[in-house]
């Protein structure tokens, strides 16, 4: 009896072992498998951008300090009319960065209504849900560049078409963030507000927004920081703003390398500016005051 | 007594939650007070009324029209009179002079162009006609080298005539006249010549002749089977351009690929440097999360322009941008959840004997492995996208070939195709970024 009971925990435990044994040497090897060809597809990939790029990647490098010590020498023999560049540069700055304020509000605006509309529970049209997920990953899968490029062909120029492709990207991105968060509230408000009556919009008013409004809040705000950028090279690309100045100051050549430190420092230290602040007021939102 | 100081307190409490209220109900409308304040602000800053008088609609319309229909030009050179039938006015989609569409006819110097409901074009020594139903003819006459309009008065707005140039706009077509030469425009549905163009032996027949053709029909090229010139025809067909797509797309994920992977590999051990519960040393922890800094400050755009001078355009210096901004945000990250970790796991194996790579591959990478790569991951779909960006300003990948598809403002239904394109590829790499993250974080999760 003793002897039975004793062993047979102990042969249990053999196999056991051998199992898991067996189970990590699996595991390893999965792992190994995978990596091996993780690492294949990353030299295939490294092979071929190196083929089909204009200049080698080990010529690239001994070239790259190259033009920034051109452009700053250039731009430090000028030093005295970077202040004045800075003013100048002001107005395109505020443009860039109104072009990333109000395409974040309007994004955002129109992911609060994505996000209610696509979430479980309070769908106002439950069977609706799915279409507007949809419609909410299409906008976030748009790139910014394809709209605004198109907007500027039928708006001509200025800061509305990046604005609109910009707010576009934002409701979709947003949208689905926004979604995640309402998914997780409390759905006790809704059924108290549901039981005295309240219409669909007073549920969701009184009821959700209150509980996800600092995520939602803190979701926007590191949207904005990353609108801030989309906006910048928009401009580039595109039209409106101090993105454009640049690559107007960049065709020039040498020559202008002042007005080009000029924007690129401009451009840093609000891009740090803004991370600085919004990270700020995120981290007061997460705590709660 | 009692009563006192348990009225004090609570007189207190009310007073904070009302006051709490007040502000609270003041902000609830102050917030959308200074939303609509900077709206107003923005309508005039951003000149939405000037907008309004600058937004050109016909614009907007040949470009919804171009992205569901082509257009065939019919094209008269008035000085020798030769008439030329060819699609979207290319080359390689020039119908030969003995084989034109069936609604072209040209007959002893008069060529008869049917547009369909009525509308009819004919072009002739003389001159132009458009008869045009329920308004009468557009008749332009030629007197040597200049010519006469005779239509039926007053000029409708969507006929514009000067003396060296008059246009039609119909809903059946385009017509436009000038000394030179005399063009019709018809639109007919459809991406046409997606498969081959004219030129091609295998062009204008139907799905079974090509199935006839590509399984037992004789070849028409000896040297090759008729299936494979089939492919090679459509792969290289010039107008559509499959073959280069097929390389700018794979050009753009390469760019997001190798600069997302390759970011996290180099931004995971300096994480391990910037976070304090690795390097007890503070200075190079400072050192470490300055760059991360500078790194993200320093803007995608402006890491673009510098490594275009270096590298050259394509997709080598698209990936290298991408790669150095994913190195600051990973490094942030990934430092950041390794603060966070379970010690428990590390004190073990340091009462073991490990030794700190032993530490960190046993008690730290199991623990972070999910989040990071799911982190990755996550980055890497948003890559995807940025990299057609990246891609039109350092010249390469499909944003490229969009941005001058945009420039050129001719072929409309290829920046539609473009564009369906990069939304297809951007929602395929979600879906696949998607699937991998489940897949890993639940297998990883079972695993340890």
Redesign the interface.
Known sequence: MADASLSAPSASLATTRTRYLEEVRR?RMYSGVLLAI?TL??VM??G???A??????WE??S??G???SEVISEAWERRANIPAYFLSFVPSLI?TL?IA??ST?LGALLAVVFALLSTRGLARWPALAGVFRRIT??F???????IA??LI????G???PA?IAIAIHTAGALGKLFAEVAENADLKPVEGLTSVGASWGQKMWLGIIPQVAPDWLGYTLLRFEINV?AS???G??GEGGI?HD?KIA?QWGSGRYDEVVSI?LL??IT??AI?QLSSHYRNRLVKGH | MTDIAASAPQTDLRETVVANFRRRRLLSFAAPAV?MV??VY?FF????MG?VN????D??AI?ASDFWSYKTHVTRDNRNGEVEVAIEGENKGTYAAGDLPEWVTIENGVTVIDLGEGHVVTYDDAGARYVIPNYGTVNIIREGRDFTLDAPQPLPDWISASDTRVNVTTDQGRFAYTRARADTYRYQPGWELWFFTLDSPFSRKSFGELVGLALWEPRIDPDRSNFGYMLNEFWTNKMWQHNVIA?AI??TM??A??GT??AAIISLPLAFLAASNFTPFAPVRFAIRRVF?FV???????FT???T?????????G?LAILITEIGSFGKMFSETLENIDEKQVEGLRSTGANSLQRARFGVLPQIMPVVLSQVLYYFEGNV?SA??IG??V??GI?LM??QA?ST?KDWEE?AYY?TL??LM??AM?SLSAWLRRKLIKGDAG?H
């Open positions: 595991k993780f597809l990353m990939a490294f071929v951008a190196e089909r790029n204009a200049g080698g990647f690239g490098l070239l790259l190259q033009f920034p443009e109104n304020a109000v509000l990953d299409t976030r899968a748009v790139p910014e560049i394809v490029l198109i062909y039928i708006l001509g200025g800061p509305v604005m950028r910048a090279i928009l580039f690309v993105g640049l960049l690129f451009l840093f891009i740090v991370d | 939303v900077y709206f923005i800053s951003f000149d939405i907008l600058r937004i050109r609609l614009n907007a470009l390389w794979g050009e390469l760019m690929f190798i992977f390759l800094d993200r400050g320093v803007d995608a755009l402006i322009i510098l490594l001078r270096a590298f050259g355009p394509g997709p080598m210096t990936a996208r057609t960006i039109a300003i010249g390469g944003g969009l941005t945009i403002q920046v564009m990069i939304i951007v929602i979600d695993g």
